[in-house]
C-alpha cells in the first residue's frame, strides 16, 4: 500500500498531458503512484506517457473504448494508495497541492480546493472555480447543481471503499463521491487556496467544461435520481 495514488484518464490528451504529468511527480514521493488509463486514445497519448518512463507510473490501456465513467471506475479499483485525488488530463497542478491536501486529511475525509481557470494557452481567465462553482455543504443543494470538481478533489481510501465499483449508471464519478460524503456526514474541507490551473477547452471530457450542460431534462432528472439511489442504497 503506498501513501498517493494520483488517478488520472486521458483520451486523445496529447497536446496537454505531458505539462500535467511533470507538474504532479515532483509532488510525489518514490513510494507515491501515478495510475493512467488511457481508454483507446488516437493520437500520441500513450507514446508520450510512456516516454516519461517513471516507475510511479503505471499505464492501463483499455482494449476498447468504454467512456469516462467505466475508465475512472477502473483505475480507481486498481489504485493503492491511502489518499486518493482526482486529476484531468489537460490541468497544472501549482506547487504544494499534495502537501496542502494531504495536511486536510490528516482531519477530514475529503478535500476540496480552489483553482485558476486557464485557456488551452496556459493565459489565466481572472476566474476560479469558487467564484463560480463554491461547494455546498448540503446535500440537497449539491443533488440540485454539482458544484464539485473532481480534479479539485482528494479524499481518504475508506471513503472510496465501499462505492467500487461505481457502476455504470452514475452520471459523474466526482458527483457521486462528494454526495456519498455529504450523505454520511464525512468530514470535509473546502480550501480556497488556488492549488491547480484549470484548463477550459473545446475538447475537455468533463461536464462542467463551459460550466453548464447541454443534456436533455430527462436526462438531467435521470442522473439525480441515480446518485439519490446510490447515495442512499449503495451497499
Not at 496537454?16 to 486514445?41: H, M, N, T, V, Y
Not at 481572472?126 to 455543504?137: G, L, W, Y
Not at 475508506?158 to 455529504?182: C, S
Amino acid at each position: 500500500m503506498c501513501k498517493v495514488s494520483v488517478v488520472m484518464t486521458s483520451y486523445n490528451g496529447e497536446a496537454f498531458i505531458e505539462k500535467q504529468i511533470r507538474s504532479i511527480l515532483p509532488q510525489l514521493s518514490q513510494a507515491d503512484e501515478l495510475i493512467i488509463g488511457d481508454d483507446c486514445s488516437g493520437d500520441r497519448s500513450v507514446e508520450i506517457i510512456e516516454s516519461i518512463a517513471d516507475p510511479r507510473i503505471t499505464l492501463y490501456k483499455n482494449e476498447k473504448n468504454g467512456g469516462l465513467n467505466r475508465n475512472i471506475s477502473q483505475i480507481l479499483s486498481r489504485s493503492r494508495g491511502d489518499y486518493i485525488f482526482l486529476c484531468d488530463q489537460d490541468d497544472i497542478w501549482l506547487p504544494g497541492k499534495v502537501h496542502c491536501c494531504l495536511y486536510s486529511l490528516k482531519t477530514d475525509d475529503l478535500v476540496i480546493h480552489n483553482a485558476i481557470f486557464i485557456d488551452q494557452n496556459d493565459n489565466p481567465l481572472n476566474e476560479t472555480t469558487f467564484q463560480r462553482f463554491f461547494p455546498s455543504s448540503s446535500y440537497l443543494n449539491n443533488l440540485i447543481s454539482n458544484k464539485y470538481i473532481g480534479a479539485c478533489m482528494a479524499f481518504r481510501r475508506t471513503l472510496l471503499t465501499p462505492l467500487l465499483p461505481l457502476g455504470d449508471n452514475i452520471p459523474m464519478h466526482d458527483w457521486y463521491i462528494a454526495q456519498h460524503a455529504l450523505r454520511y456526514g464525512k468530514k470535509i474541507k473546502t480550501e480556497r487556496k488556488e492549488l491547480i490551473l484549470y484548463r477550459r477547452h473545446r475538447g475537455n471530457l468533463s461536464a462542467t467544461a463551459e460550466g453548464k450542460s447541454t443534456a436533455s431534462l430527462f436526462t438531467k432528472l435521470k442522473w439525480r435520481y441515480d446518485i439519490l439511489r446510490k447515495t442512499f442504497f449503495y451497499n
